[in-house]
DNA sequence: CACTTTTTTACGGAAAACCGTAAAAACACT
DNA sequence: AGTGTTTTTACGGTTTTCCGTAAAAAAGTG
């Protein structure tokens, strides 16, 4: 088994429950915790140069904001900033985001080793995924992996988010279409802002755009 | 200190964390744990008939949902129920949402002792809370705490929420005239309905409908 | 290139939201 | 009952959303 693992969760009751449940169960010496992206990126940094390496990782995709002024302000982030230097490191996502399009993406793209989603059994899921990825396999919880053959993999992308962000943040269908304009976003006709937005009514069953944000928050996309 | 507690919480990774916590930095000997809200209500009463009532529940507020059938499907449903029979019982909330009115609401109805934030440091907190609680004290995490000086918790009444949930339904304004005219709901009228949400949007800072209910989803309103 | 297909934009009419003002009704108080 | 206050309702005008249809532009194809 793994002798030395970092963890990265912001919330300190459930970093506190995961490795507790490493050292008890899974006999694992050194687990490391941190709560910041930034925090977790020097510690990997400081070990490799030290010659003590982790051997592993755990972290969670989405972090609360705080005081202290952050550069990496996402899990997804900091999987990133480690890829650019070091592909070899098992890395596993372990958050309440049911995301299987970027679960897809990181498991396809090599740069996760498993996605496991804190639910009712999210702590026996990780003590799998953890045995599984030491025997060098993959891991991916039920409910995603479900999901992701489902094509319920979204027909929404970042264009889409922003509007319903604008929308919500309290801007009309022209306030809006004047400031893609600006921006040179395209499309930024209000003819198309309305076409998008009622496709976008539809996918998410809306009525009118006050259901349409409301359903949008909802599904967590915004 | 207490010596035997009930947890409520559905994410195993949370609940683990927690009752570790309990058992050894505050010594408590017997902490039991479940993942339900109508299984807790079952142990509560067991206890209570066997003459070995919990002496503490901590519950989080909002449960994924499951293959199971469900009769208390929210922390909100397992308190108003044991508040039923048992007024005396403390019981802790701890939980992501920020959601200063119910905080509120039920701090000063007396229905709970501590609401607690599961932030970076929620598993401190909540042990401040535990110890507050045992001396007879409330607590409520410094976030909240915050937020419930915003005056707004008072002047947002049932009325007003409804308004909000049927909005974020898709309902138009008139059509919900209409069906609280048909419900003997009052004011019924669409201009009172028009006057009301204006109110609503000065008091949550919204230009328009759309982003009303996107603040009032913010704020756990609705 | 000529052609089809898709995407973006334009426009017009109906419905709904938005924003005043003001009357009517309900309430409170003496 | 009479007075003042608050709540509810009514209504008109303006803006925005909503929902078609259709032209213009861009992209894809043989």
Chains 1, 2 share one sequence.
């Not at 985001?97 to 804190?118: C, D, G, H, R, W």
């Not at 928050?217 to 915004?222: E, S, T």
């Amino acid at each position: 088994m793994f002798t030395k693992v970092l963890v990265v969760e912001d919330l300190d009751t459930v970093g506190y429950g995961i490795s507790m449940m490493m050292k008890k169960e899974l006999g694992i010496a050194r687990v490391e915790l941190t709560q910041y992206c930034d925090e977790a990126y020097l510690k990997l940094q400081k070990a490799q140069h030290d010659n003590q390496p982790f051997q592993l990782l755990i972290t969670d995709l989405s972090f609360a904001q705080d005081h202290r002024p952050l550069q990496l302000d996402s899990g997804q982030a900091l999987i990133e900033k480690i890829r650019d230097k070091d592909k070899d490191l098992p890395i596993i996502i372990c958050t309440v985001e049911e995301n299987p399009t970027m679960a897809n993406q990181f498991i396809k793209a090599n740069k996760i080793s498993a996605y496991v989603l804190k639910g009712r059994d999210g702590l026996k899921d990780l003590k799998e995924a953890i045995q599984a990825v030491f025997s060098g396999h993959r891991f991916v919880s039920k409910k995603i992996a479900q999901q992701s053959n489902g094509q319920f993999a979204f027909e929404i992308e970042d264009y889409d988010v922003s509007l319903l962000l604008h929308l919500s943040h309290g801007l009309s269908q022209s306030q809006i279409a004047r400031l893609f304009t600006n921006k040179g976003i395209s499309p930024s006709s209000l003819s198309s802002i309305e076409k998008r937005l009622n496709r976008l009514k539809d996918v998410l069953k809306a009525n009118n755009n006050v259901q349409l944000v409301a359903n949008a928050k909802d599904l967590g996309l915004i």
